[in-house]
């Protein structure tokens, strides 16, 4: 084994970004790179932010009261993108639980059974 070993947080994925955000020279460190754009990790925190209120909106009352604990499950069926990225994170934000579908690889019907 090469390289520096590193312990695992005892946090959440989310946790652990959030309390890394407070540190201004991490969060405007290039976090993502895309054909497009760069994202900062303050960019990330501030789009997910803003997908997880319109998540909240769309899904509506249901989802509303979820906490950290929620076994609810959100499938998601976008290729790898930096919205991906960014809904990951808004699943987490709201407490649900992300459940990636391969839309271009599988046949609908395996979809629509994943997915009950």
């Given at each position: 084994?090469?390289?520096?070993?590193?312990?695992?947080?005892?946090?959440?994925?989310?946790?652990?970004?959030?309390?890394?955000?407070?540190?201004?020279?991490?969060?405007?460190?290039?976090?993502?790179?895309?054909?497009?754009?760069?994202?900062?990790?303050?960019?990330?925190?501030?789009?997910?932010?803003?997908?997880?209120?319109?998540?909240?909106?769309?899904?509506?009352v249901r989802y509303r009261n979820m906490n950290k604990?929620?076994?609810?499950?959100?499938?998601?069926?976008?290729?790898?993108?930096?919205?991906?990225?960014?809904?990951?994170?808004?699943?987490?934000?709201i407490g649900g639980t992300f459940l990636p579908i391969d839309t271009m690889n599988l046949p609908t019907p395996?979809?629509?059974?994943?997915?009950?």
């Amino acid at each position: 084994m090469t390289g520096k070993i590193v312990p695992i947080p005892d946090t959440s994925l989310l946790d652990h970004f959030t309390e890394k955000i407070k540190n201004p020279q991490f969060a405007q460190s290039c976090a993502m790179i895309t054909n497009y754009q760069t994202y900062t990790f303050l960019n990330i925190e501030e789009t997910s932010t803003h997908f997880a209120d319109i998540l909240r909106t769309l899904i509506g009352v249901r989802y509303r009261n979820m906490n950290k604990d929620s076994d609810s499950v959100i499938a998601v069926g976008f290729p790898r993108s930096d919205r991906l990225i960014f809904t990951i994170f808004a699943i987490l934000k709201i407490g649900g639980t992300f459940l990636p579908i391969d839309t271009m690889n599988l046949p609908t019907p395996r979809i629509v059974v994943s997915t009950y």
